[in-house]
């Protein structure tokens, strides 16, 4: 039940594409398509950006895609926009529980 | 639309039982195949998945991250259109904001605005 790793920071210049990256197991990422992402700005809950992998629930724009390797997944913001500066979550199943990564935050310069 | 709320005490003293409650509003608990639970974030840190509990073909069926298994317990009041976390033993690392959560198939769809809940004599 160890928490998904994620980069403790990126960073980008607007317009630019940053990928975040969540690597879990066998028993957790690399085991589900039920890999989720999720964005946090400050004192703000938690918003769904992608699930099962790589869709986007209906008003997240298609700049943010995700996708799955192995026992990584990876989340890619293009056009990077001031906007886009949070907090990111990814979250597994795995198996009779649910871990999230322990965030990323994300800088745009 | 679906709108989910937390509420109960804000202060809880160490040892004793975290008690939270979930009033869900825009759509009922039990009339579809999901999951209702909780996921807390201690302050400055990230986010932590509590448990969830089933609701229609999956009514009852419970589910706790297993570091947690030993003092939590979810539970419905559908009568109610709530759900509820009781968390025993507490000490100050449960210090957190804890948000209720509205689940489909693992993926957190919906999700309260939160509540503080802090550990402290």
């Known amino acids: 039940q160890s928490a998904l790793t994620q980069p403790r920071s990126v960073s980008g210049s607007p317009g630019q594409s940053v990928t975040i990256s969540c690597t879990g197991t066998?028993?957790?990422?690399?085991?589900?398509?039920?890999v989720s992402w999720y964005q946090q700005h400050p004192d703000k809950a938690p918003k769904l950006i992608i699930y099962d992998v790589n869709k986007r629930p209906s008003g997240v724009p298609g700049r943010f895609s995700g996708s799955k390797s192995g026992n990584t997944a990876s989340l890619t913001i293009s056009g990077l926009q001031a906007e886009d500066e949070a907090d990111y979550y990814c979250c597994s199943h795995a198996g009779t529980y649910v871990v999230f990564g322990g965030g990323t935050k994300l800088t745009v310069l | 639309q679906l709108q989910l709320q937390e509420s109960g005490p804000g202060l809880v003293k160490p040892s004793e039982t975290l008690s939270l409650t979930c009033t869900v509003s825009?759509?009922?608990?039990?009339?579809?195949?999901?999951?209702w639970g909780w996921v807390r974030q201690p302050p400055g840190k990230g986010l932590e998945w509590i448990g969830t509990i089933g609701t229609l073909t999956y009514s009852g069926n419970t589910f706790y991250k297993p570091s947690l298994k030993s003092r939590v317990t979810i539970s419905l009041d559908t009568s109610n259109n709530q759900f509820s976390l009781k968390l025993t033993s507490v000490t100050a690392a449960d210090t957190a904001v804890y948000y209720c959560?509205?689940?489909?198939?693992?993926?957190?769809?919906?999700w309260g605005q939160g509540t503080l809940v802090t550990v402290s004599s």
């Open positions: 825009g759509g009922s608990i039990s009339t579809s195949d999901h999951y």
């Open positions: 959560t509205k689940e489909v198939e693992s993926t957190t769809h919906h």
């Open positions: 066998g028993s957790d990422v690399g085991a589900y398509k039920y």
